[in-house]
């Protein structure tokens, strides 16, 4: 009986959190679940403590990306406020990795969709 509530406590405990694994495992798990912002938030720490680890950087890279993205699609936020905060996760992403395309692209697209809403006086 003992043997069989360790196992329930650890399936339960390893499903809502990620305290077993090491943190960038964890963050990449995070960032699978759509938890973009928790994801960062480890990643950045594990950044600040190795600014050499390239693995590190292009996966904070791809994760401020995936969360621009996924800004971009959220459509409970109206445009005027989604695209700023978009364009900020591109931004921090190109400056970590310039190489990451999908960044740069959305990037210029939102600049341009910026720059519609001036023309067009769109509030």
């Given at each position: ?92 992403a190109i400056a970590l990795n310039p190489y990451l395309k999908d960044a740069k ?19």
């Amino acid at each position: 009986m003992n043997k069989c509530l360790f196992i329930i406590f650890l399936l339960i405990t390893l499903s809502t959190s990620c305290c077993f694994i090491d943190p960038v495992t964890c963050a990449q798990n995070l960032s699978q679940k759509g938890k973009f912002a928790d994801a960062i938030k480890i990643l950045e720490n594990e950044y600040k403590n190795q600014p050499n680890s390239i693995p590190i950087k292009s996966l904070l890279a791809q994760a401020y990306s995936d969360y621009g993205l996924a800004l971009c699609q959220d459509t409970n936020k109206p445009p005027k406020i989604k695209y700023p905060m978009a364009k900020e996760q591109f931004a921090m992403a190109i400056a970590l990795n310039p190489y990451l395309k999908d960044a740069k692209d959305m990037y210029e697209m939102i600049e341009k969709i910026q720059e519609s809403f001036r023309v067009n006086n769109v509030n």
